[in-house]
Protein backbone atom coordinates (compact mmCIF):
# COMPACT_ATOMS: atom_id res chain seq x y z
CA UNK A 1 0.00 0.00 0.00
CA UNK A 2 1.57 2.73 -0.90
CA UNK A 3 1.70 6.51 1.12
CA UNK A 4 0.44 9.51 -0.64
CA UNK A 5 3.32 11.93 0.07
CA UNK A 6 1.92 15.07 2.01
CA UNK A 7 0.67 18.56 0.64
CA UNK A 8 -0.23 21.45 1.79
CA UNK A 9 -2.58 24.25 0.48
CA UNK A 10 -1.82 27.54 0.61
CA UNK A 11 -3.55 28.44 3.77
CA UNK A 12 -2.71 25.48 5.53
CA UNK A 13 1.28 26.38 4.69
CA UNK A 14 0.75 30.13 6.01
CA UNK A 15 -0.85 29.18 9.04
CA UNK A 16 2.20 26.28 9.58
CA UNK A 17 4.77 28.93 9.24
CA UNK A 18 3.20 32.10 10.28
CA UNK A 19 3.22 34.02 6.96
CA UNK A 20 0.88 35.52 4.58
CA UNK A 21 -0.64 34.28 1.50
CA UNK A 22 1.28 37.18 -0.36
CA UNK A 23 4.64 36.26 1.04
CA UNK A 24 4.09 33.11 -0.01
CA UNK A 25 2.87 34.73 -3.83
CA UNK A 26 6.09 36.81 -3.69
CA UNK A 27 8.25 34.15 -2.87
CA UNK A 28 6.86 31.88 -5.68
CA UNK A 29 6.84 34.74 -8.42
CA UNK A 30 10.71 35.29 -7.75
CA UNK A 31 11.08 31.48 -8.48
CA UNK A 32 11.88 30.13 -4.70
CA UNK A 33 8.74 28.10 -4.59
CA UNK A 34 7.60 26.04 -6.93
CA UNK A 35 3.57 24.42 -5.92
CA UNK A 36 1.71 22.75 -8.49
CA UNK A 37 -1.35 24.55 -10.00
CA UNK A 38 -4.09 22.39 -9.79
CA UNK A 39 -8.49 22.74 -10.12
CA UNK A 40 -9.58 24.85 -13.17
CA UNK A 41 -7.67 26.61 -15.06
CA UNK A 42 -4.56 25.99 -12.19
CA UNK A 43 -6.83 28.25 -9.96
CA UNK A 44 -5.25 26.24 -6.38
CA UNK A 45 -1.73 26.13 -5.65
CA UNK A 46 -0.64 22.46 -3.98
CA UNK A 47 2.86 22.72 -2.10
CA UNK A 48 4.98 19.67 -1.84
CA UNK A 49 7.85 18.67 0.61
CA UNK A 50 9.92 20.27 -1.52
CA UNK A 51 8.30 23.71 -0.69
CA UNK A 52 8.06 22.91 2.68
CA UNK A 53 11.75 22.64 2.94
CA UNK A 54 12.59 25.62 0.99
CA UNK A 55 9.92 27.84 2.88
CA UNK A 56 11.59 26.88 6.18
CA UNK A 57 15.41 27.43 4.60
CA UNK A 58 14.07 30.92 3.33
CA UNK A 59 12.94 32.09 6.32
CA UNK A 60 15.12 30.84 8.33
CA UNK A 61 17.42 32.87 5.94
CA UNK A 62 15.23 36.00 6.41
CA UNK A 63 15.61 35.69 10.45
CA UNK A 64 19.59 35.86 10.12
CA UNK A 65 19.31 38.72 7.85
CA UNK A 66 20.42 37.52 4.76
CA UNK A 67 19.03 39.19 1.08
CA UNK A 68 16.38 36.99 -0.82
CA UNK A 69 18.86 37.20 -3.67
CA UNK A 70 21.34 35.16 -0.85
CA UNK A 71 19.06 32.68 -0.37
CA UNK A 72 18.34 31.92 -3.12
CA UNK A 73 21.52 31.22 -4.54
CA UNK A 74 22.05 29.13 -0.92
CA UNK A 75 18.64 26.91 -1.39
CA UNK A 76 19.61 26.52 -5.21
CA UNK A 77 22.75 24.63 -3.79
CA UNK A 78 20.40 22.28 -2.01
CA UNK A 79 18.67 21.58 -4.67
CA UNK A 80 22.17 20.45 -6.01
CA UNK A 81 24.58 17.42 -5.25
CA UNK A 82 24.98 17.65 -1.60
CA UNK A 83 28.75 18.66 -0.17
CA UNK A 84 30.04 19.94 -3.39
CA UNK A 85 33.01 21.68 -2.22
CA UNK A 86 32.67 24.88 -4.15
CA UNK A 87 28.85 25.34 -2.54
CA UNK A 88 30.35 24.86 0.77
CA UNK A 89 32.71 27.41 0.23
CA UNK A 90 30.47 29.90 -0.49
CA UNK A 91 27.96 29.28 2.27
CA UNK A 92 30.73 29.28 4.65
CA UNK A 93 32.11 32.71 3.10
CA UNK A 94 28.32 33.81 3.40
CA UNK A 95 28.15 33.27 6.56
CA UNK A 96 31.09 34.96 7.78
CA UNK A 97 29.83 38.11 5.44
CA UNK A 98 26.65 37.66 7.99
CA UNK A 99 28.68 37.06 11.21
CA UNK A 100 31.16 40.28 10.80
CA UNK A 101 27.75 42.74 9.90
CA UNK A 102 25.95 41.50 12.44
CA UNK A 103 28.80 41.71 15.23
CA UNK A 104 28.52 44.74 13.94
CA UNK A 105 25.38 45.66 14.52
CA UNK A 106 25.58 44.02 18.20
CA UNK A 107 28.40 46.43 18.67
CA UNK A 108 26.13 49.31 17.83
CA UNK A 109 23.09 48.28 20.12
CA UNK A 110 25.87 48.02 22.99
CA UNK A 111 27.41 51.21 22.64
CA UNK A 112 23.64 52.34 21.79
CA UNK A 113 22.32 50.81 25.22
CA UNK A 114 25.48 52.33 27.07
CA UNK A 115 24.43 55.73 25.82
CA UNK A 116 20.37 55.24 26.97
CA UNK A 117 22.06 54.42 30.08
CA UNK A 118 24.63 57.21 30.75
CA UNK A 119 21.02 59.67 29.67
CA UNK A 120 18.87 58.01 31.51
CA UNK A 121 21.29 58.98 34.67
CA UNK A 122 22.14 62.42 33.85
CA UNK A 123 18.14 62.74 33.41
CA UNK A 124 17.50 61.08 36.92
CA UNK A 125 20.14 63.45 38.34
CA UNK A 126 18.66 66.26 37.12
CA UNK A 127 15.32 65.63 38.53
CA UNK A 128 16.71 64.95 41.57
CA UNK A 129 18.77 68.51 42.11
CA UNK A 130 15.28 69.65 40.89
CA UNK A 131 13.17 68.38 43.79
Known amino acids: MSRTPRTWTIAELADEFDVTHRALRHYE ?8 RVGPGGSRRLYHRRD ?3 LA ?3 RGRR ?3 PLDEIRTIIDMYDDQPGEAGQLRYL ?3 IGHRRVDLERRRQDIEQSLAELEDLEQRCRADLDRMA
Open 29 to 36: QLGLLGPE
Open 52 to 54: HIR
Open 64 to 66: LGF
Open 57 to 59: LIL
Open 92 to 94: LDQ
